[in-house]
């Protein structure tokens, strides 16, 4: 067989379905799973959802975003039709009905209620419009199957989170349906060979099935709750009653890890060191890659600080739609994460990364914390609903953040000059880059802020003019910490806000807003310097036959497993130990997907149920039995980790 | 937009006896005439939306230097008509529309996807993890789903399970053994259609488990194993240039290379790909002519083929 390299991506676990809020009160049930391929919607039934979602990050409701859905074009491929609107034109022409202008108008007059219903409306009838579609095309085997499974991908958007799980009967009841309905619309084989014969009997009874249901529960107005942080929508059947709104994500959300992955450097395996010799840093390690830090809806959706912050550096796939402005960017202070720390602006802004983060103070994109610890604790507790952590917790999270390290990079010298090895165009933008302008700021350089003696950063905030949103011309709150530009060729797009896509733009921008009046040359030897010192020798996780995906996984978890067994058990410590569990475990069984043969999957999964036997001694108080199933524990690590790829 | 146009021409094909070769490809100039056109399946992975295809065209362009674009047929049967008036060049799909469409319009394999490390896969027969059934003996008399009639790993390989241990014919219809066949359009669709309790069994890609959430995972199982069956791959039309056709393979396999990894989610998603020649396909072809796709007679021309391989080697 040829040399492969095996794809690095790696999955991160979803939290599908939880519980954020019922009638009265708050109920939390999660439910974990492992990211799977998102179903395919229709672009109405995407657009539908992604606006609901949107409704529910009131109460500053983004109207422009919503309009964004129904009026842009659609980037889904394979349609006739260009925006979402345009796909209602036939439906409203068959049943007989507006559907756009109601939307509109709602949009227009801001009406949330309104707008909700009838967008509830035009995702049943879309739906029924396929099938009516289909029906038409029954005289010839398959030709009918393209509308049948259009049509499910836009009833999807009622079934897929909310029928199946308040009203789970008729959820099984409807995908019955679905299924003889895809069934009886045959085949047209290929060449005229594997053809099935259509059945239109069943293809009827399976219609009135979905149809009555549609009528009855999606076309008289939407399902609206008031609740502490205002009106959430959610396309519930209107004949269930109360019930538990299933937290819901909109589609196009992108959790997954950067691909490629970034590498991580930590100060003490670059020394030789192993983290499970260093349990408070081993702690820290799980910790941010726990989702048992956070709240909801953070925690339910497997969110942790590893999701935005792959490997210390940054995630550019990251995507929350109405949260992101952008991939790889988020607003942390918006109403999705935390109501209660909703700052009411949408200010989402580009991850930052973390590499050589004990040299890159202070924190916050407008450097608001001198201290990590305070930071971190902010970032658990406001921005993303935790409980206050302990003490031990964040001194473990600060100890294992502080071991982020630059990726060396043979170009650059420690103290911030080239080596040899620099080009002679980068030896120019060098000195470039060390010319002060008058017109840079009352006389300054590139390295006046970029300081290259301290890892191209100053530890300041500045007003450079890359934002012009101000409160009053003389206001403060465009200042912006100075970004390290070690390794920094990794980490587009650039700017608080991501504004700018590569280094090129950068250069660009800044030779525009300063008036350097740099010549071309000038300007290509500039950029060169700052890809020369933003390089690294080993950006990415390299991943082959021996380093996959899988082992990566396996050596992390086992590795936080050890301080249960150095630190935990032997203190009594229930409440780290079970957090410490309640984190790996899941990891466990959903990383068991990422295994080469995925019929090795019960070993894991026998590693993780053993977890769980500690865990249910420890909450028993029996401390010597969780002793004696932690060294069975290690016997079946030891046993099955060299099995497993 | 260009996209519903190509649609448009495929949208009456399908049919049969109208597959066949055009005699004007000839005077196509790929590159000059028209741009390289791939063309892309959904059904050959319904579970999943096809990713931004754009980005894989922008990749080959760079490659190539020639314009490139992506298109998507309504099915197979659109394709492979699109390989055989020349519209399209390239395509990708499973081992059963491939021997077809080789059959049918001289479509050439270039490249098999090589997925978690294997360059063959297998079709799976799965019940409900509680389930009472242990074998597939046990199945006679209860009802099955398998994903389509096109899918060798989702229909044609878990059915010859049942044939080779003698439970049915290759010529029956499969209703003589089983209460009920349904074809739910996806691996994904007929492993719910048995989670879900509306069928006692399930015939499925093994990487279905893929696509279902872990608690879906426990509560299945497999029974038995089909003969593995080579990976799904990349084809070409017949008569296009073999010197693009060369430049085209390497540039998909420099995919293989970590810089170029991420472009392979645009393209279904395997690790990577291999060179792969026809007569990796002979044991798909087999089959094909056992249950009626093919004609017997499409065997011994391969078995020609084959020998005359070996004797210029």
Redesign the interface.
Known sequence: ?????????RSRRLF?MGTILVLLGITVYI????I?????LHPVSGAYLRSTFYLNLGPQINWGLIEQEYSSEI??????F?TVYEALEPIEGIFDVELIIPIQEAIHNQDATAFFDATTRANSLATRYYIRLAETRLDQP?AA??D??TAQQVYRAFGQDFISSVDPEAF?QL??AW??M??SVG??????????ATNPDQFMEAKTIIEDYLITNFENGGYVIDTAVGQRFAPIPMSVGEVTIPLWTPPGMNLNDQ??LPLLRLNFEAQGFEESDIPLVAYGDMLFDSPEIFGDPARSMGITCSTCHNRSDINQAFFIPGVSHQPGAADVDGAFFNPYFNDQRFDSLDIPTLRGLRFTGPYGRDGRFASLREFTRNVIINEFAGEEPTEFMLDALVAYMLEFDFQPNSYLNPNGTLTDLASDSAVRGEVIFNTEYDSMMDGMSCASCHTPGSHFADGNQWDIGSSDNYSHPNAYENFFDTPTLLNVVYTAPYFHDGSLDTLEDVVNWKNEQFEMNLTDQELTDLVEYVTTIGAADEP?E??D?ENTLFRLAWAELTTFATTLGSQHIPQQDAYHAILLIDTIAPDF??DA?GL???DDAWMVFEVADKLDEIKTAIEQGDWELAQTLYDEYEALVEEYGPQL? | ?I??LF?GLLMGV????V?AQSSNCEDIEVGVDRPLNLV?I?QEN?????G??TEISSYLEGELGIPVE?F?A????AA?EALGNCSADVSFMGGL?YV?AH??VGAEVILGE?Y??N?IYYGRIFVLADSDIETIEDLEGRSI?FA???SESGYLYPLDIFVQAGLLDAEDDPQEFFSSV????GY??AV??VI????DAAGAN??V???????QLEEIRWIAESDPIPSHNVIVRQGLDEELVEDFTEAMLQL????F??L??YVF?P??Y??VSDDAYDGVREI?VRY???EEDVLDEANEDDATEDTDD
Do not use: C
């Not at chain 1, 085949?187 to 099935?196: E, R």
């Open positions: 067989m040829s040399d492969i390299h095996i794809k690095g991506n599908v439910t974990r799973a492992h799977v391929p998102e179903q395919p980037t889904e491929e394979g349609y006739a260009v398959g199957l393209n049948v499974q099984r995908g019955f299924l003889n895809t069934n085949n047209s084989g290929l060449g005229g060979a594997g053809s099935t691909d490629p990415y390299i991943f036959e069984r959903a997907s080469q043969n995925y790829r | 937009m996209l519903s649609l399908g049919l049969p006896g597959l892309y959904p319904p579970e999943k939306l096809i931004d295809i992506g998507v309504l099915d197979h049967a492979v529309p077809m059959e049918l090589v978690r490390g360059e789903a389509d009639p096109i349904y074809f739910a359009g994904q669709q719910e259609a879900n309790g509306f069928v093994q990487y488990t893929l696509s279902l959430q872990p608690q293989n290379e970590p810089e990894q991420y392979l989610q998603s690790d990577g291999v060179r094909a009626g796709f093919l």
